[in-house]
């Protein structure tokens, strides 16, 4: 959500910051509109009661005056006046209603440095990390291997719940749960997270204040009027201090999240539909920060570190990409994603996003500072990224270090926690 005041004083810089996004900036003037409906009837409310009030106190002078007529002609004004009000409260709620809907349909603004572009092709390489890996023979895909290992069932997660869910098995289930615990570890006591457990279902509340809702609504799996599973830890850990005021002296609050993941994923049908590239549960560690906003732009380059490290620990080879103002999203003002390279399908895939949003959650979910006591409550920064995503990770690790003999090298790192140096042994 945007700072009110800022589209009503420089519209301009509003519609501009919407058109490098390639999004409608006419939502602009709807709100323009409405918000000085809003203001209008809330002048002629404030004007109303003022002068019911300044009627109501002279109908007792009157009395004592004895002017009984004149009182009588007060009171009949101030009831008319009660009406007039009750009407404007009326008018300036649904008013209020129609301008708050307008509000959470806002995109956020870019950061100036976000660079301008189009799609993803515009994308703007920063840097990369390692080596592909080189095989005498053409790798595998992960699918592939983990059928061959016997870690995925693809076919029976299909069959107990749908096309889309996965069951890990064996030495696959034991890597899965690998990861998690170490990505939560090396996020924890390497990087100085502290740790979260949050619940795995929401109420509309907490994805309003998000910026999942209303806008991706049909992307969301909804448990009943009010509740719906996670899409990501972002959204429970993002809401841990929503509608407080936080301490300037506690900032910046760096936090780490494991969690399973509910995504439909309704508008990428048809992309990715092999192994594990895109599947409707997933489990992920999250990184969410609440920063001061002179802080947060330095911050979001420590995020970007904290993910890579994973990557680095795992000695896998990736890279990094600025997201252009096109492909950005709603949500944030600057982002850079993680890509890792997965030798079996030839390709670097997305692992992590790591955004700045600003305040455009804070606003949505009212979570505020104050730098001392006593002084007006600021609106914090918050930023995310995963640290990692599982699914990913998982077919990156299967492809990069498979073996000649079909075996799976493990990551030094990872060994104590599968309990074995390679799976398939």
């Not at 995109?107 to 095989?135: I, M, Q, Y």
């Not at 305040?359 to 007006?376: C, D, H, L």
């Not at 920064?381 to 090298?409: K, W, Y």
């Not at 104590?416 to 042994?425: E, K, M, N, P, Q």
Request: aromatic fraction near 8%; charged fraction near 30%.
């Amino acid at each position: 959500m945007l700072d009110r005041d800022l589209i009503r004083r420089d519209p301009d810089f509003v519609r501009a910051g919407i058109a490098r996004k390639h999004m409608d900036a006419s939502i602009v003037d709807e709100f323009l509109t409405v918000d000085q409906a809003w203001r209008t009837a809330t002048t002629h409310l404030d004007e109303k009661k003022a002068e019911s009030n300044r009627i109501s106190k002279s109908i007792g002078q009157l009395i004592g005056q004895g002017k009984k007529d004149e009182a009588e002609a007060a009171k009949a004004q101030t009831a008319d006046l009660k009406k007039a009000i009750a009407e404007l409260e009326a008018q300036e709620r649904n008013l209020e209603t129609d301008l708050k809907s307008i509000e959470l349909q806002f995109p956020n603004l870019p950061h100036a440095s976000t660079p301008d572009g189009e799609t993803e092709n515009e994308n703007v390489f920063v840097r990369e990390w390692g080596a592909k890996p080189e095989f005498a023979d053409a790798p595998k895909p992960h699918w592939e291997i983990a059928e061959n290992l016997q870690l995925l069932d693809l076919p029976r997660g299909a069959k107990i719940t749908g096309s889309g869910f996965a069951v890990y098995t064996g030495q696959g289930a034991r890597l899965q749960r690998a990861l998690f615990n170490f990505m939560v570890d090396h996020q924890t006591l390497r990087n100085g997270y502290r740790e979260i457990y949050p619940p795995f279902i929401v109420n509309r509340a907490s994805l309003i204040g998000t910026g999942n809702l209303p806008k991706f609504e049909e992307d969301l799996y909804k448990v009943d009027d009010d509740l719906y599973l996670i899409p990501t830890a972002e959204v429970p850990v993002t809401n841990l201090y929503r509608d407080e005021i936080l301490d300037a002296a506690d900032l910046t609050v760096n936090l780490a999240a494991f969690s399973g993941c509910f995504r439909k994923e309704a508008g990428a049908a048809g992309k990715d539909t092999r192994g594990l590239l895109r599947i409707h549960q997933f489990d992920k560690v999250e990184l969410v920060k609440f920063t001061k906003p002179e802080d947060s732009y330095a911050e979001l380059e420590l995020l970007v570190k904290d993910a890579e490290s994973v990557l680095q620990s795992l000695g896998l080879h990736y890279r990094i990409v600025e997201l252009c103002t096109g492909d950005i999203g709603a949500k944030g003002s600057k982002c850079y994603d993680l890509e890792v390279w997965s030798p079996g399908v030839d390709r670097y895939l997305e692992i992590s996003s790591c955004t700045n949003f600003e305040a455009y959650q804070a606003r949505r979910a009212n979570i505020r500072f104050r730098r001392e006591q006593g002084a007006k409550p600021e609106h914090v920064h918050i930023l995310n990224g995963s640290g990692l995503a599982c699914p990913r990770l998982f077919s990156a690790i299967v492809e990069s270090f498979q073996q000649p003999d079909g075996t799976v090298l493990l990551p030094e790192v990872l060994r104590s926690y599968v309990g074995t140096d390679r799976l398939g042994a």
